[in-house]
């Protein structure tokens, strides 16, 4: 089985500081793991993804997160927030090898900006 | 980066009556396209899988007969809300997987639907 929590509902952040999204996910079989962006109103736009190569993974926007298996865990991180990073964050995980691939959607984290 | 167009973004409907959502796949084929709901301050549940050519694999509680999927191409699956109620407005996103498959999948926009 597989699963995802994000461990915060909103993180509240000032423009310029530091950005942690927290993810914890379990997975039976070698997990493939995603962070997608929502802004309102609008469809998802992947920020990063981690499929087994290396284990600190960048993605658009200044984003990175990295892959710890022994916390199974994959923070997502920005050095410095910017207004536009306001917006729904999503952790994902999947596997090839459990039912075709399916996404499995954590609960999402709002990230507000403040100037 | 790969496309997903959805349309229409917006719809208002009378209750009752049915309405239609498309998903296209603009510069890659897909296999397989994910259809999801989304409420208000809620992340996305999974209602159904579309597999081009064959029939749509509901998830437990999603009414195949209110909810038609037809993935007719390998580049477009329709989303049918018959009979639409009130109940039935919400946010719509489709996803497509690349036949490649990378394990990503593309998102589109996402159809508000709102049933008066």
């Known amino acids: 089985a597989q699963s995802v929590t994000q461990l915060d509902s909103h993180v509240s952040v000032s423009e310029g500081t530091p950005v942690l999204l927290r993810c914890n996910y379990s997975s039976s079989y070698s997990p493939s793991l995603f962070w997608y962006v929502q802004h309102p109103n609008k469809g998802l736009q992947l920020l990063l993804k981690y499929t087994s190569a290396a284990t600190l993974v960048k993605g658009i926007n200044g984003f990175e997160a990295e892959f710890k298996k022994s916390e199974t865990s994959f923070h997502l991180t920005k050095p410095s927030a910017h207004m536009s990073d306001a917006a729904e964050y999503f952790c994902?995980?999947?596997?090839?090898?459990?039912?075709?691939?399916?996404?499995?959607f954590g609960q999402g984290t709002e990230l507000s900006v403040k100037p | 980066g790969a496309v997903v167009s959805q349309h229409p973004s917006r719809v208002i409907c009378k209750s009752g009556t049915s309405v239609k959502i498309e998903c296209r796949s603009l510069?890659?084929?897909?296999?397989?396209m994910f259809w999801y709901r989304q409420f208000p301050k809620q992340s996305l549940m999974l209602m159904a899988t579309?597999?081009?050519?064959?029939?749509?694999?509901?998830e437990q509680g999603v009414e195949k007969d209110k909810f038609l999927i037809n993935h007719a191409s390998l580049t477009l699956s329709t989303l049918t809300v018959t009979s639409a109620h009130p109940e039935d407005s919400s946010f719509y996103i489709c996803?497509?997987?690349?036949?490649?498959?990378?394990?990503?999948?593309?998102f589109g926009e996402g159809s508000r639907l709102t049933v008066l």
């Open positions: 579309s597999n081009e050519g064959s029939k749509a694999t509901y």
């Open positions: 994902v995980v999947t596997s090839i090898y459990n039912q075709g691939g399916k996404l499995i």
């Open positions: 996803s497509a997987r690349p036949s490649a498959n990378t394990g990503e999948l593309f």
């Open positions: 510069d890659f084929q897909a296999t397989t």
